[in-house]
């Protein structure tokens, strides 16, 4: 019901919040694109459990899983936008105008919210929970194989001066 997916959205966020602030030390010390491919996965993981294992059936929804996928989901979704919205993109406006830049990194957000907003009750009556998350989960696992080939943003020297640094105060 409404009540559960509220429930499960405030849980959602307060983890998404958490986690992109341990990410955003990961992304600064190990680089971002481990991070990223992480979070793709756990994406597509999130979704395929949700997808295949029932946790998305009107009739009686699976707690458990359903509780499963908010965690991974939030926690998917901290790591996710701590890098795209907010590293990448602070990486890319390193000697511009930074604002300009964020403010372009904000807009596919804001276009999703407004999508949610003004067309979300009629794309929940049209489409179908299991056939999209199956869809979801499978071009999500597909997503991953050019992230795998993109090069890292983190400069090399950054990555071997955390390490060292790390090394020393051990």
Do not use: C, H
Not at 82 to 97: C, H, K, P, T, Y
């Amino acid at each position: 019901g409404t009540g559960l997916v509220q429930f499960s959205s405030n849980v959602e966020f307060f983890i998404g919040g958490i986690s992109a602030v341990i990410f955003g030390f990961f992304a600064d010390s190990k680089g971002r694109k481990r991070l990223a491919v992480a979070g793709f996965a756990l994406l597509g993981l999130g979704y395929g459990v949700l997808a295949f294992t029932g946790g998305f059936t009107n009739s009686s929804p699976n707690l458990i899983v359903w509780y499963f996928y908010t965690i991974i989901d939030g926690i998917t979704w901290g790591s996710l936008v701590m890098i795209f919205v907010f590293a990448l993109w602070g990486d890319i406006a390193e000697n511009r105008s930074s604002e300009r830049i964020y403010a372009l990194a904000i807009i596919p957000y804001l276009l999703s919210a407004f999508i949610r907003i003004s067309l979300g009750n009629y794309l929940a009556n049209v489409v179908t929970g299991g056939t999209i998350f199956s869809l979801f989960s499978f071009f999500l696992f597909i997503a991953v194989l050019p992230l795998v080939i993109a090069p890292e943003t983190l400069s090399e020297q950054a990555i071997k001066n955390n390490d060292l640094k790390s090394y020393v105060d051990k």
